[in-house]
């Protein structure tokens, strides 16, 4: 699959040539109204937005040729760590240019790389923020977020700082849009260049998802990393500055309805195909062999690759897991002792 991910705009000025407003004025102009409350049992969307968006910040990265990399992230805690894309700051690491975080209330601040993990394009950044400190978004949890629940992005656009759109989740689990771990949140709330890193929040306020990638080929096609992926590599980002994975030495790919209905699984979800299994590591050790179907590692159900990458990562190194396969119709465990992924 073509990757889709964001990728650094060269800025060198904004023009908007015109605004349109949606409201079509009354002859003889019209009377300003007075605002109309949410409807009962409805959160106020805008009581939500004024909560979080203290701790939204813009994030403007030292790019190659001179250039601007564009993106947006959201404040942890109070200790001045903010969340964003590791893409958006990708540049100014290999360059060795400077990060800076534009916060609502006008601070520009210095950013330094706490820590940085490209397989989940996740970075942790750390600002001082002196005796002034930012309201911290809380973390919510991704796993229940259900489809059709709403949400509202909230990041700088195009440099339109702390812009805000609302939708509903339109998928979760969306995979091979972009690397091994992929795991993304699907919405339809609006997202361009320069939402990347800013959260997603659910109506009580909490992040559930960081705002990533597009499809350019779609609308209403915008994706973001769920917030409990976050949440499994923090404690390495905070501690370490970077992510320890396992591998299990073999590569496998989703299967499609046609493979289901031809491999007797048509009404399961359950199931990944192995495409390569690397000599003298642990998948092959444990007779894994190619075309073989995962179906669980340690009785949780494999329902795709990314999600099957993600249950073998964060195991510990020197751990052994059973791996449930399918092999010529027929089921098998099998116990691999995983070893560290190289980088």
């Given at each position: 699959?073509?990757?889709?991910?964001?990728?650094?705009?060269?800025?060198?000025?904004?023009?908007?040539?015109?605004?349109?407003?949606?409201?079509?004025?009354?002859?003889?102009?019209?009377?300003?109204?007075?605002?109309?409350?949410?409807?009962?049992?409805?959160?106020?969307?805008?009581?939500?937005?004024?909560?979080?968006?203290?701790?939204?910040?813009?994030?403007?990265?030292?790019?190659?040729?001179?250039?601007?990399?564009?993106?947006?992230?959201?404040?942890?805690?109070?200790?001045?760590?903010?969340?964003?894309?590791?893409?958006?700051?990708?540049?100014?690491?290999?360059?060795?240019?400077?990060?800076?975080?534009?916060?609502?209330?006008?601070?520009?601040?210095?950013?330094?790389?706490?820590?940085?993990?490209?397989?989940?394009?996740?970075?942790?950044?750390?600002?001082?923020?002196?005796?002034?400190?930012?309201?911290?978004?809380?973390?919510?949890?991704?796993?229940?977020?259900?489809?059709?629940?709403?949400?509202?992005?909230?990041?700088?656009?195009?440099?339109?700082?702390?812009?805000?759109?609302?939708?509903?989740?339109?998928?979760?689990?969306?995979?091979?849009?972009?690397g091994e771990y992929d795991d993304f949140l699907q919405t339809d709330a609006a997202i361009n260049f320069g939402n990347s890193g800013g959260p997603l929040v659910n109506l009580k306020g909490e992040v559930v998802g960081i705002n990533t990638l597009v499809l350019a080929r779609g609308q209403g096609l915008g994706f973001a990393i769920?917030?409990?992926?976050?949440?499994?590599?923090?404690?390495?980002?905070?501690?370490?500055?970077?992510?320890?994975?396992?591998?299990?030495?073999?590569?496998?790919?989703?299967?499609?309805?046609?493979?289901?209905?031809?491999?007797?699984?048509?009404?399961?979800?359950?199931?990944?195909?192995?495409?390569?299994?690397?000599?003298?590591?642990?998948?092959?050790?444990?007779?894994?062999?190619?075309?073989?179907?995962?179906?669980?590692?340690?009785?949780?159900?494999?329902?795709?690759?990314?999600?099957?990458?993600?249950?073998?990562?964060?195991?510990?190194?020197?751990?052994?897991?059973?791996?449930?396969?399918?092999?010529?119709?027929?089921?098998?465990?099998?116990?691999?002792?995983?070893?560290?992924?190289?980088?």
């Open positions: 699959m073509p990757q889709y991910r964001f990728h650094s705009l060269l800025i060198g000025g904004l023009l908007l040539t015109a605004l349109v407003h949606p409201a079509v004025a009354q002859q003889g102009g019209s009377r300003p109204t007075a605002p109309r409350p949410a409807p009962a049992g409805l959160p106020n969307v805008a009581d939500i937005v004024a909560q979080a968006n203290g701790g939204v910040v813009n994030i403007q990265a030292a790019a190659e040729e001179g250039g601007t990399s564009i993106g947006s992230g959201f404040c942890l805690d109070t200790q001045g760590r903010i969340i964003t894309n590791f893409h958006v700051i990708r540049d100014a690491l290999k360059v060795g240019g400077p990060i800076l975080v534009v916060t609502q209330d006008g601070r520009t601040l210095n950013a330094s790389v706490r820590g940085h993990d490209e397989a989940t394009d996740i970075a942790l950044l750390e600002v001082d923020l002196g005796k002034t400190p930012l309201p911290t978004l809380p973390l919510g949890d991704s796993d229940a977020v259900r489809v059709g629940d709403w949400v509202i992005a909230i990041g700088s656009p195009f440099e339109l700082d702390h812009t805000v759109t609302l939708g509903i989740i339109s998928g979760k689990g969306r995979t091979g849009l972009d769920p917030v409990n992926i976050l949440k499994e590599v923090l404690p390495q980002l905070r501690e370490r500055g970077q992510v320890r994975r396992s591998s299990v030495g073999i590569e496998a790919s989703d299967i499609s309805a046609f493979d289901r209905r031809e491999l007797g699984l048509a009404n399961t979800s359950r199931g990944v195909k192995v495409t390569k299994v690397e000599r003298g590591l642990p998948g092959d050790a444990a007779g894994i062999r190619r075309n073989d179907l995962i179906l669980a590692v340690d009785a949780i159900s494999v329902t795709s690759t990314g999600q099957f990458n993600r249950l073998i990562a964060r195991t510990a190194p020197g751990a052994t897991v059973n791996i449930r396969i399918r092999r010529e119709e027929k089921e098998y465990v099998v116990a691999a002792k995983l070893i560290e992924k190289k980088s």
